[in-house]
T-cell receptor, first 112, second 114 residues
Framework: QKEVEQNSGPLSVPEGAIASLNCTYSDRGSQSFFWYRQYSGKSPELIMFIYSNGDKEDGRFTAQLNKASQYVSLLIRDSQPSDSATYLCAVKGGGSQGNLIFGKGTKLSVKP | DGGITQSPKYLFRKEGQNVTLSCEQNLNHDAMYWYRQDPGQGLRLIYYSQIVNDFQKGDIAEGYSVSREKKESFPLTVTSAQKNPTAFYLC?????????????FGSGTRLTVV
């Protein structure tokens, strides 16, 4: 059973701080990794994806991937109250037809 | 604008009734998916389709049925056999590569049994 694990939180950080969200996965053949943001009552929206080991930056967001340790993380710099949401980690399984496997999400709360 | 549309936004079902949730996309995506999300839970895959006239069961297909007669459309029927259908239902689509570029989600349908 391929699994994606996330700490459910809630993770609470003060406004302006760095929020660090972590995710581990079980399938060593996984190739593609995604972070989705889901506001309460809304659908998930893709905010970052990463394919290679290392860091990928996009504005205030940085995705980090370590395939040897099978973890992927998302850093949010200068956190804002509007970043308060649940963040879902998704991993594409090995093979050309592998579906995305989603973690249960980490709830982030940014306090003003 | 390209996107994926789910309707209705809210749906109420009586006991023993079948209901159909609509999902339409104009992104020219080959693959489409249905997920169920319960409060505090992750996304659970119900059915998926990689090509027209073909679909596969996901992890929780019992009590649900789908069809894929057109590339743009992937309706989900919640049958009376689904004993606990109250949930948030999400439709998604992706390129044929099985999500190499991630999934695009619709806005969801919230189904409640009354």
């Amino acid at each position: 059973q391929k699994e994606v694990e996330q700490n459910s939180g809630p993770l609470s950080v003060p406004e302006g701080a760095i929020a660090s969200l972590n995710c581990t996965y079980s399938d060593r053949g996984s190739q593609s990794f995604f972070w989705y943001r889901q506001y309460s009552g809304k659908s998930p929206e893709l905010i970052m994806f990463i394919y290679s080991n290392g860091d990928k930056e996009d504005g205030r967001f940085t995705a980090q991937l370590n395939k040897a340790s099978q973890y992927v993380s998302l850093l949010i710099r200068d956190s804002q109250p509007s970043d308060s949401a649940t963040y879902l980690c998704a991993v594409k399984g090995g093979g050309s037809q592998g579906n995305l496997i989603f973690g249960k999400g980490t709830k982030l709360s940014v306090k003003p | 604008d390209g996107g994926i549309t789910q309707s209705p936004k809210y749906l109420f079902r009586k006991e023993g009734q079948n209901v159909t949730l609509s999902c339409e996309q104009n992104l020219n995506h080959d693959a489409m998916y249905w997920y169920r999300q319960d409060p505090g839970q992750g996304l659970r895959l119900i059915y998926y389709s990689q090509i027209v006239n073909d679909f596969q069961k996901g992890d929780i297909a019992e009590g649900y049925s789908v069809s894929r007669e057109k590339k743009e459309s992937f309706p989900l029927t919640v049958t009376s056999a689904q004993k606990n259908p109250t949930a948030f239902y999400l439709c998604a689509s992706s390129t044929r590569q099985g999500g190499d570029y991630g999934y695009t989600f619709g806005s969801g349908t919230r189904l409640t049994v009354v």
